[in-house]
């Protein structure tokens, strides 16, 4: 099941496993988190991750949160983020979209999407829903590619001419969000690894390009933390 209105994430919905790999690979030095933190903490809150898919993250908030709640449109990824926090007594993952939350108005204190809202145009009805949701002296945290500069944001304007990051920019500065560069990287294991994630995240033939031309497992990436207060 697909919850309705839900934008498919090829990356995610059909290779999860591999998915996992560029999980593990994104940010080792938890620079987002610290970001994050300097913003809104959320210990002791109540935190909404929006697109949760196999729930990677949830653990890692449930560590100082009060309560945690995943939310994600593809029922086979919500089954796999309730299996990962089984053991989570505040750990609940629930399926539904973006622009139509399963949840109670004002009962959010800190929300996280992480490569969810990236195009930015067009998640208007998203971001209404998240208005609704979120307490007073709330936080929401939208990553976000920077594709202006690094190693993969050069590999992401190749894949996408047509993207536009100003536009993406004016878009989240109308929106009232504050922006956060951040220069984190992907580490990976082994070759085989940022192989196989690289063949999910873009055509084989760029992907093929991509790898030739860049040796080793580290990948400079730079992202932006778009952030609001309500």
């Known amino acids: 099941m697909i919850a309705a209105g839900a934008v498919p994430s090829p990356n995610i919905w059909n290779a999860p496993r591999v998915y996992e790999l560029e999980n593990l690979a994104a940010d080792p030095d938890g620079r987002i988190e610290d970001a ?7 210990d002791d809150a109540t935190v909404l991750d929006i697109g949760c898919g196999t729930g990677f993250h949830l653990p890692r908030f449930a560590r100082t949160a009060a309560k945690v709640m995943g939310v994600e449109p593809h029922e086979g990824l919500a089954s796999a983020a309730r299996r990962r926090v089984a053991g989570l007594p505040d750990v609940t993952v629930r399926v539904g979209a973006a622009q139509s939350l399963p949840l109670p108005s004002a009962s959010v204190d800190v929300a996280h999407a992480r490569w969810a809202y990236f ?3 067009g998640c208007e009805p998203g971001l209404a829903e998240l208005r609704r949701v979120m307490r007073r002296g709330g936080a929401a945290f939208v990553i976000d590619n920077d594709a ?3 190693t993969f944001g050069s590999w992401f ?3 996408l001419p047509s993207y536009d ?6 878009f989240w500065t109308r929106q009232g969000f ?3 560069p951040i220069d984190m990287n992907w580490r990976f294991s082994d070759r085989s690894s940022l ?3 690289l063949r999910i995240e873009f055509p084989d033939a760029l992907a093929t390009e991509f790898l030739a031309g860049f040796p080793g497992c580290e990948v400079d990436y730079a992202v932006n933390l778009w952030w609001r207060r309500y």
């Open 36 to 42: 994050m933190r300097a913003v809104r903490t959320w």
């Open 119 to 121: 195009f930015g145009p």
């Open 148 to 150: 202006t500069r690094s």
């Open 157 to 159: 304007r190749r894949w």
């Open 165 to 170: 990051p100003e536009a993406v920019a004016r």
């Open 178 to 180: 504050s922006c956060t």
């Open 195 to 197: 192989e196989a994630v």
